[in-house]
T-cell receptor, first 113, second 112 residues
């Protein structure tokens, strides 16, 4: 079974803080994704990565950056957290076999006060 | 980005009844997938249907795809209280590499 682990389930931060959200996979999958989920808006793609040190912007990258120094770890960084970044953040990986199915972590609910 | 839209936004049924959710999308696709999300958790993949397929079954799930109408439906038969969750469709759009585009979801409530 594919295992995707997000470091925190709940996180409370203050406006202006630098925030790191970590995602770790237990297999050698190349593709990793960060989404945010808001009521009525579904999942929106922030950034994704094809491989180590490779990244591409998704649909809503503003205010975020990412880091992928090792294949198993994909970090989402909020350089200066703002209240409008309060959301549920979901990490996912894609298996190359099986038709683009994505496997998700349990999510991190971030509150920025 | 172009997101799919699920219909209805919310659905409440009794145990044993069938639940039908619909998804519409806007562009040509390679495949369409359905995912389930229990409250406050991550998404779990349910079923995938390719653009050249019209219907697919998996246990109590039946998915149809009509590419001419750019729509799909998910039928859950003989629903159970444990089916209570949000359901999302996601499309792998042609020419978008490995990205999926998710819909806004249908919240299903199954009561005893």
């Amino acid at each position: 079974d594919v295992k995707v682990t997000q470091s925190s389930r709940y996180l409370v931060k203050r406006t202006g803080e630098k925030v790191f959200l970590e995602c770790v996979q237990d297999m050698d999958h190349e593709n990793m994704f960060w989404y945010r989920q808001d009521p009525g808006l579904g999942l929106r793609l922030i950034y994704f990565s094809y491989d180590v040190k490779m990244k591409e912007k998704g649909d809503i990258p503003e205010g975020y950056s990412v880091s992928r120094e090792k294949k198993e770890r994909f970090s989402l960084i909020l350089e200066s957290a703002s209240t409008n970044q309060t959301s549920m953040y979901l990490c996912a990986i894609r298996r190359t076999s099986g038709g683009d199915i994505q496997y998700f972590g349990a999510g991190t609910r971030l509150s920025v006060l | 980005s172009q997101q799919g839209e699920e219909d209805p936004q919310a659905l409440s049924i009794q145990e044993g009844e069938n639940a039908t959710m619909n998804c519409s999308y806007k562009t040509s696709i390679n495949n369409l997938q359905w995912y389930r999300q229990n409250s406050g958790r991550g998404l779990v993949h349910l079923i995938l249907i390719r653009s050249n397929e019209r219907e697919k079954h998996s246990g109590r799930l039946r998915v149809t795809l009509d590419t001419s109408k750019k729509s799909s439906s998910l039928l859950i038969t003989a629903s159970r209280a444990a089916d209570t969750a949000s359901y999302f469709c996601a499309t792998h759009n042609t020419g978008t590499a490995s990205k999926l585009t998710f819909g806004t979801g249908t919240r299903l409530q199954v009561t005893l």
